[in-house]
């Protein structure tokens, strides 16, 4: 009878351990970021030519509070002539009839394909070019109402025509972009359960279209905030006027432009926060559906 000897088994080896590649590249680049910092923070503390106190005196002055008052309201009213005929425009590019696909082309391709700078002026020169606004029958026929252009086209609704048409070409085409995200199948299941189309646009289709149309029109917003300083150039008074106005008679320049730039960046953190906010109550379906599979 043999015995066969049973010798434990040898322990694992310890995967071998690997340590990760020195770095010092990275903290190279902390060290520069803040020496950068304290060297802006120091100036921003000790130079004397930002002249804080001036900042201070100006930054709640009423002709600053009320060009960030004329901003607010330039910025809203342009945002809903821009997203009003915006959804129009979109809607005649999606209706499949040529006529309306061609004029809406010609709209986007036209407003987007200018400089806003340059709409702006011509609307307020408008009346070199059509001295009288007049509603009538064309070719020399009786007119039912006149005016005189140059009361018409004051520097607010030039800044409003600017900007709002500009605005309206780029809404426009984020409105159809939306819309397109959806998919087809949710229309066809609107219309199986009786639905009629505006029933299958505001409940199935505009809903889900909503978290592809919300995050640009935020950002477009934003930035039609900053745009509106164009108005300037018409002597509209919004924020950056009334702060060109203040330093044109006092050349204390580089504090009144703190004091706008201080504004703007109040007004922009807010929208951020309000974007935040609309993004989330419309990617709220998304978020808890989850992946699927």
């Known amino acids: 009878m043999t015995t066969s000897l049973h010798m434990p088994a040898a322990a694992a080896a310890p995967p071998p351990r690997i340590l990760p590649a020195p770095r010092r590249g990275r903290w190279f680049g902390i060290a520069l970021i803040l020496l950068a910092a304290a060297w ?21 002055s009423a002709d600053v509070l009320q060009g960030v008052l004329m901003t607010l309201q330039l910025t809203a009213l342009v945002m809903v ?53 007049s509603l009538g029958i064309p070719f020399g026929g009786p007119k039912f109402f006149e005016i005189s252009s140059t009361l018409a086209i004051s520097s607010f609704t030039a800044a409003m025509l600017g900007l709002g048409l500009n605005e309206a070409a780029y809404m426009a085409e984020i409105v159809r972009a939306g819309l397109l995200s959806v998919d087809p199948g949710q229309s066809e299941a609107s219309k199986a359960l009786g639905h009629r189309p505006w029933q299958t646009f505001r409940v199935v289709v505009l809903p889900q279209a909503m978290r592809a149309i919300v995050p640009p029109t935020g950002n477009q917003v934003i930035g039609m905030l900053k ?67």
């Open 40 to 60: 802006i923070i120091d100036q921003v503390l000790h130079n004397p030519g930002f002249q804080w106190e001036i900042v201070g005196r100006y930054m709640f």
């Open 81 to 133: 002539m821009g997203t009003v005929i915006g959804i129009g425009v979109a809607l005649m590019r999606l209706s499949g009839d040529p006529v309306l696909g061609f004029c809406a082309h010609a709209f986007v391709w036209f407003f987007r394909g200018t400089p806003v700078l340059v709409q702006l002026v011509f609307w307020y020169n408008l009346a070199s070019l059509f001295p009288e606004i």
């Open 227 to 293: 745009y509106t300083s164009i108005a300037s150039v018409v002597a509209l008074g919004e924020l950056m006027h009334s702060v060109e106005t203040i330093y044109s008679r006092t050349f204390e320049t580089i504090p009144l432009l703190i004091v706008a730039a201080l504004w703007y960046l109040i007004m922009v953190s807010i929208l951020s926060v309000l974007q935040h906010l609309i993004e989330r109550h419309y990617g709220r379906g998304a978020a808890d559906a989850g992946p699927m599979g």
